[in-house]
């Protein structure tokens, strides 16, 4: 009955923001009325009515939104433990701004999906991504925007009311997790080596920024401001940090085969979250006068006096990377004297996140069409035959490895500008993973498709797993142990039902399922053969 | 291209010296920066001379790690040496054999001092879920990537790693159990998982920490050895020569290696190639439950996260050998075994041999990718 009317991907479509507007309600109906908007656009056949059909699809759809978000604001959060939704964003006007950015977004993307001319369509398309990236911070923190008390900082001090969630927190990282994913795929999505250890390269970006952009080395030397070198400088020392690690670690073993090359570059991920682990208590002293100087029985002081000292050995040891305990605060970019960066104000980051990905992507996408990039293609198709035509495989193969670890580099710079905190827990094997999710899910080789995996995973990630463990406990609370509702039972089930405790398998889930049924990724890589004939 | 054939004679003195200064360089550059590591030749020199037992003591207690490490890893190189895959999810499948032995140790003893037999007994469901295991998963998320690029089902062997490591991790919610009917006396040993999903687990003991050369030697006696250690090395020994028993006299395990050397070959000659290879992860995951009996009893805890760790090294030692080859991962399991047992007692941290052991991974990958055993495309499995 639903299949005569709607295509496959229109019901795909009404079933992700359906699901979507059931856990989210609130202001979030603006965001997904726009996504399914867009979903819907891009499911319209190439027919002659394609735009009438799609606005009449995104009516529909956009109703049945509303009517789940009403449902949400007026049943679902009544339960207990849920989020307060200010009145203003589930009021009839609200509703019916939804209605009309889903209405116009299906228009809109049907009519650009149907343009005959392959450039202009793309053109079309980057042009509505980009109005919409560069308007999702000023819509989305607050239902009521007054303009009046105006803060580019921190938008929701001029909300009346602040929204329910913030959403910007999230996609600033899944900007920097899209930025690594990209990194990823030229390494992985290109040149075909599975790189397993990526997270090492990420690490290194971050603790340069770390190590060069806080007080944490100055404190110990004296003068704390020695090694406060300000964010703009040291995002290059970072990328180029990492990107020397990638040559470093890519130069022994890109000889090796594909699965021996996965197991190696795991242990970098490895090695390097523990090098930085145990770097809190440095002594290094010039290793031909210790070894006299131990094998002549002194140990402790004594050797050090014998012997002759490079690095922090009298008094305290040289304290690199606060070991488990971490670096904090890592300072934030300045612009001029004009404005500092703050934690919590997400807006100025968001921009300095987004222009990062989209130079990237730039980059990456000229870097691909050029000689080396079609070098890299041609290694992954097949190896023996690059090698005949001239192609140097080590010399290709670091090449990746060194430009993919420098876009991780960049990633990580940021991100510990950005949490202003880095620990070497945030950087251990399930992100190398997670990164590879990001570029299997999306379409390795595809860099729409790899940031479209980013974009799922860190929606489920850091979004959907979080709504849906306060939705369940509410009604879990609300609904099924109403009576008990704190008792030991209820604490069981709870446990037992959080969504977040099942992020890994759910990760682990995506890359099984995607190697059985879609290897190629939702977006596959548009090569020579595989392009769609006009 | 090759530089030693263009005429360089102006050079060749010079380049005999950096054959000589480059090794040198690095040495001292290692030694420079090892040294956070404990890295400090002239200290663990005067430590080892200083009391020399510890090397024979570390060699003990390395050789029970290699016992437990050796049954990992040959679940690791007979999956490689006969579909050339590296299965991520074997360090998992081990981990849940761990959790398995656990709760049935624990489960059948009812809280009281689980005896010897049942210990024993555990054998027998841990072999039996984590054969199981591995065979259903090889059957439904291996199989059908088996004529795939080789990537594709590492990646997908990766992705159960992590499904198997969240289930372990989960396996944890249930301490809430007992809580919950607290009336219900025959739930109350799961107590046992932990306070949080994520703590280590305790296995009991159940043999006694004593050393047994004191009745021999009297209490004076520098060495130390206790029943576990005896224990986990009989019970490897007993492993691998029933499964080199299994390969070398039965039809199957003749089937198995007709599959490694030649598959289209072992089909013709009427060899169901699908079945032998389910065997082979059946035989390798029994292996690994072995193992996580061994390394309970031996080691005392188990968490979700043991089994990294311990596939790393099982990985290592079965690549040390040369992968693909059963004897070569005893040996490879003997040296990471000592080696890391030793660096744990002379590194200033243990986390430090898990680097060590990758860096011999990395150097025995890049210089002798073939191993100590191995030959390239030789004997497998």
């Known amino acids: 009955m639903l299949k005569k009317i709607l295509n496959r991907g229109e019901i795909i479509a009404v079933a992700l923001t359906a699901f979507l507007a059931l856990i989210m309600g609130g202001w979030q109906i603006m965001l997904v009325a726009v996504l399914a908007g867009i979903l819907i656009g891009l499911a319209a056949p190439h027919t002659k009515n394609a735009v009438p059909r799609a606005a009449a699809v995104g009516l529909g759809i956009g109703l049945v939104i509303v009517a789940i978000t009403s449902f949400h604001n007026t049943t679902l959060n009544t339960l207990p433990g849920q989020e307060v939704i200010p009145p203003e964003s589930s009021t009839l006007g609200t509703y019916l701004i939804a209605l009309g950015l889903c209405v116009g977004f299906a228009t809109l993307t049907a009519f650009i999906h149907n343009l005959h001319d392959d450039r202009k369509r793309q053109i079309a398309f980057i042009a509505m991504l980009g109005v919409l990236a560069f308007a999702f911070p000023f819509f989305e923190q607050c239902p009521g925007l007054k303009w009046d008390n105006f803060n580019f900082g921190d938008m929701s001090a001029g909300c009346s009311v602040k929204s329910n969630i913030l959403w910007i927190g999230p996609v600033i990282v899944m900007f920097i997790y899209g930025l690594q994913a990209m990194g990823l795929n030229i390494v992985a999505g290109y040149a075909g080596l599975l790189d397993l250890g990526y997270v090492a390269f990420f690490a290194i970006g971050a603790y340069t920024m770390g190590l060069l952009n806080s007080q944490q080395l100055g404190n110990q030397i004296g003068s704390p401001n020695l090694f406060v070198w300000g964010f703009w400088l040291v995002i290059w020392f970072a990328a180029a940090a990492a990107a020397f690690a990638g040559l470093l670690f890519g130069a022994p073993t890109l000889r090796l085969r594909g699965d021996y090359l996965a197991i190696v570059t795991l242990g970098f991920g490895e090695i390097v979250p523990i090098v930085v682990k145990r770097l809190d208590a440095v002594k290094i002293f010039e290793p031909i006068s210790l070894f006299i100087a131990q094998i002549m029985g002194k140990t402790g002081d004594a050797a050090a006096q014998a012997s002759v000292c490079l690095v922090g050995c009298f008094g305290n040891a040289l304290d690199i990377t606060s070991g488990t305990k971490g670096i904090s605060p890592i300072n934030a970019p300045q612009l001029g004297d004009v404005y500092t960066f703050k934690v919590g104000e997400f807006v ?58 420098m876009f991780s580099g960049f990633a990580g710079a940021f991100y510990a500008s950005f949490t202003s905190f880095i620990s070497p827990d945030a950087f251990d094997f399930s992100i190398s993973v997670i990164i590879l999710a990001m570029v299997i899910l999306g379409g390795s080789g595809n860099i729409t498709g790899v940031l479209l995996g980013a974009s799922i995973i860190m929606l489920i990630d850091r979004v959907l797993l979080d709504r849906l463990k306060v939705i369940i406990n509410g009604v879990l609370q609300g609904v099924v142990f109403r009576d008990v509702a704190s008792g030991p039972l209820s604490v069981f089930v709870n446990s037992l039902t959080d969504a977040t405790a099942y992020k890994i398998a759910i990760f682990g889930l995506i890359l099984v399922v995607m190697m059985k049924v879609r290897p190629q990724g939702i977006l596959p890589e548009q090569t020579a053969a595989r392009r769609r004939p006009q | 291209m090759d530089k030693s054939l263009a005429p360089s004679t102006a050079m060749p003195s010079f380049r005999r010296v950096g054959k000589i200064l480059l090794p040198i360089a690095i040495i001292y550059l290692v030694l420079l920066f090892g040294q956070p590591a404990g890295l400090e030749p002239g200290r663990l020199i005067r430590e080892i001379l200083g009391n020399p037992t510890i090397l024979v003591q570390q060699l003990i207690s390395g050789l029970a790690n290699a016992a437990i490490v050796t049954i990992i890893a040959i679940g690791y190189t007979m999956v490689y040496g006969i579909v ?36 024993i007994l555990a054998f027998i469901p841990a072999m039996l879920f984590c054969g199981g295991l591995n065979a259903v998963i090889e059957r439904f998320a291996y199989r059908s990537l088996r004529k795939q690029p080789k990537i594709v089902s590492m990646i997908a062997a990766l992705g159960m790693d992590f499904i198997l490591q969240n289930v372990g991790l989960q396996l944890g919610s249930f301490v809430k159990l007992p809580n919950a009917f607290p009336d219900n006396q025959s739930i109350q040993w799961l107590a046992v998982l932990g306070n949080q999903a994520a703590s280590p687990k305790a296995f009991p003991q159940v043999l006694d920490s004593v050393n047994i050369l004191e009745p021999i030697f009297g209490p004076d006696v520098p060495l130390r050895i206790v029943p576990a250690e005896v224990m ?62 061994m390394y309970g009893l031996y080691k005392g805890n188990t968490s979700w996260d043991v089994g990294f760790v311990n596939g790393l090294y099982s990985f290592t030692a079965a690549v040390v050998g040369g992968i693909g080859n059963i004897k070569g991962a005893a040996l490879g399991a003997l040296m990471i075994g000592v080696i890391s047992s030793l660096s744990n007692q002379l590194l200033t941290s243990s986390d430090w041999s898990k680097a060590l052991v990758f860096v011999i991974l990395v150097l025995v990958l890049v210089f002798k990718p073939t191993g100590i055993l191995g030959s390239e495309g030789g004997e497998k499995a």
């Open chain 1, 348 to 405: 100025p980051w968001y921009f300095v996140a987004l222009i990062l990905l989209v130079v990237s992507a730039f980059f990456i996408f000229r870097l691909r069409a050029s000689r080396i990039g079609r070098a890299w293609v041609s290694i992954r198709e097949d190896e023996l035959a690059a090698n005949a035509m001239g192609i140097d495989l080590v010399k290709t193969k670091l090449t990746a490895f060194i430009i993919g670890a």
């Open chain 2, 84 to 119: 050339e895959m590296v299965n991520f999810a074997h360090s998992s499948v081990f981990m849940l054999g761990t959790m398995v032995a656990l709760l049935f140790m624990v489960g059948l003893s009812g809280g009281v001092r689980t005896p010897l037999w049942l210990a």
């Open chain 2, 232 to 293: 986990v090395i009989i019970t490897a020994i007993i492993l691998v020569f029933a499964l080199t028993w299994f390969i070398g006299n039965t039809r199957a395990g003749k089937a198995m290696r007709a599959v490694a050397q030649n598959p289209a070959a072992a089909a013709m000659m009427g060899i169901d190639v699908d079945r032998i290879i389910n065997l082979t992860y059946a035989i390798g995951g029994a292996l690994a439950g072995g193992a996580a009996v």
